[in-house]
């Protein structure tokens, strides 16, 4: 079928995401580097059209060190051997991230510098912001930590196995943004159903054990929630 057809192929490029983080430390120091950005964005009051050209612009260094690690790969695989050739292209290909990266550390100053003097003069202000942003935000830190977690823990597959579930992770996060942008005990109970039998489906077909999925939950809730409780 069509859908179970793009089902496996988005597991297969979520699967190359989860072995890139494993594997290639740069690459988490990106995705945390970038937790941070966006988190200080958020909390400095970025505008909306800034905060679009931040996301962009870390979202391009990460596609550039996973399309780094892919050529790096295919030049082993080609050349096992020692190769001048093969060393320059891993060279070069390791030089268009250094530029990449320099070019985004340089649009970042430029963009948060004049928050970042606002708030060493006039002090931190917390900026509040809608609950669909929040919503937003809260889904990135919660995939970006998932990945991370099981990037450190080496075990298990992004939509199958280890520690923690994703599935659990997300279901619950979207079960705390819609509690807190409803207002409504019946939505949010609802919701909240929704998520236990995600979670429930996740023990059922044997992806995960109960404390994978349990931490996945309070992952995704926790994460959620103080998000929520800063910014909304």
């Known amino acids: 079928m069509p859908l179970r057809r793009w089902v496996r192929s988005a597991n297969n490029a979520i699967e190359g995401i989860l072995h890139a983080a494993k594997t290639q430390r740069h690459l988490r120091y990106h995705l945390i580097s970038a937790s941070a950005v966006l988190i200080l964005s958020f909390l400095l009051g970025v505008k ?20 780094n690690s892919a050529l790096e790969a295919t030049v082993d695989l080609l050349s096992p051997e020692q ?112 998520a236990l039998v995600v979670a429930q489906s996740r023990i059922a077909v044997r992806a995960h054990n109960a404390r994978e999925v349990v931490l996945g939950a309070v992952l995704g809730s926790a994460v959620t929630l103080v998000l929520f409780e800063v910014f909304y």
């Open 83 to 194: 190769s001048e050739k093969a060393r320059v292209a891993k060279d070069i290909a390791a030089g268009a991230v250094l530029i990449t990266a320099f070019g985004a550390a340089i649009i970042g100053y430029i963009i948060l510098i004049p928050y970042i003097r606002t708030m060493l003069t006039e002090g931190i202000h917390l900026v509040k912001h809608e609950g669909e942003d929040v919503a937003i935000i809260a889904l990135v830190m919660v995939l970006i930590l998932v990945v991370l977690v099981k990037s450190y823990v080496g075990k298990g597959h992004p939509l199958r196995g280890g520690m923690p579930s994703g599935h659990a992770a997300l279901a619950f996060s979207v079960w705390v943004s819609v509690t807190y942008i409803s207002g409504n005990y019946i939505v949010s109970i609802l919701t909240f159903m929704i």
């Open 48 to 67: 909306r059209e800034e905060f679009i050209l931040i996301s962009l612009i870390i979202v391009i260094v990460i596609i550039a060190e996973m399309l």
